[in-house]
């Protein structure tokens, strides 16, 4: 099967500038994920979708993140503007299973690497 | 709020060596468990999961994963490495009930010398 498609795969910009990433889950998963990795660290969960709405989004920084995931399928993460710390790997990962009880696991794309200088 | 530690950033073995991951998670609840494994140039991937029944999962790669409910514990363990092991591997842990965030630990990093 397909996997998770991200783009692009490599980003350098300027801080105070904005950009935009682009991830394609697996066909028929629900649940979409943003995280970002920095350097040396796990990966931290940003947003967390439900098809199309929104399940947990407390450590998007909302000043300057914003995701949307319109219609239930792929989604777009954008920051604006861009900070050095911003400088990162982000994630995104997908997942079949809409239940409550249990969470099966989360399917990774390649991530977007993000250099703000 | 949930968290999880790994405890070695870094790990060196010899090819045939045993490894032992430390991960101790915090939450008091239902947790769902899983070892993550990033080899390099590679996206993450599923290594093993833990959700309930016997405390001793087996994976792929011949790795293994016992939960300690008590010590809030989930070890990954292989009993001789390769040199394809070499990777970084991360522990995460969803709440068993709703929700269902995945938080994951800094990670470890193992380079097996050949």
């Known amino acids: 099967e397909a996997g998770v498609a991200q783009s692009p795969r490599y980003k350098i910009i300027e801080k105070r500038q904005s950009v935009a990433f682009w991830c394609n889950p697996i066909?028929?998963?629900?649940?979409l994920y943003w995280y970002q990795q920095i350097l040396g660290q796990g990966p931290k969960l940003l947003i967390q979708?439900?098809?199309?709405?929104?399940?947990?989004d407390s450590q998007l920084p909302k000043d300057r993140f914003s995701a949307e995931r319109l219609k239930g399928v792929d989604s777009t993460l954008k920051i604006q503007p861009a900070k050095l710390e911003d400088s990162a790997v982000y994630l995104c990962?997908?997942?079949?299973?809409?239940?409550?009880?249990?969470?099966?696991?989360?399917?990774f794309g390649s991530g977007t690497q993000l250099s703000v200088l | 709020a949930q968290s999880v530690s790994q405890h070695n950033h870094h790990v060196i073995l010899s090819e045939a060596a045993s490894l032992e991951l430390g991960c101790n998670y915090s939450?008091?609840?239902?947790?769902?468990l899983f070892w993550y494994v990033q080899y390099p140039g590679q996206h993450l991937q599923l290594l093993l999961k833990?959700?309930?029944?016997?405390?001793l999962v087996k994976g792929i790669k011949g790795f293994e994963a016992e939960f300690i409910k008590s010590k809030f514990s989930f070890n990954l363990r292989k009993p001789s490495v390769q040199w394809s092991d070499t990777a970084e591997y991360f522990c995460?842990?969803?709440?068993?009930?709703?929700?269902?965030?995945?938080?994951f630990g800094a990670g470890t990093r193992l380079f097996v010398k050949a």
């Open positions: 990962a997908s997942s079949p299973y809409r239940g409550i009880a249990t969470n099966e696991k989360l399917f």
């Open positions: 066909s028929g998963h629900a649940t």
């Open positions: 979708f439900q098809n199309n709405g929104v399940v947990d």
């Open positions: 939450y008091g609840g239902t947790v769902n």
């Open positions: 833990y959700f309930s029944g016997d405390p």
């Open positions: 995460a842990v969803n709440e068993g009930t709703g929700g269902f965030k995945t938080i």
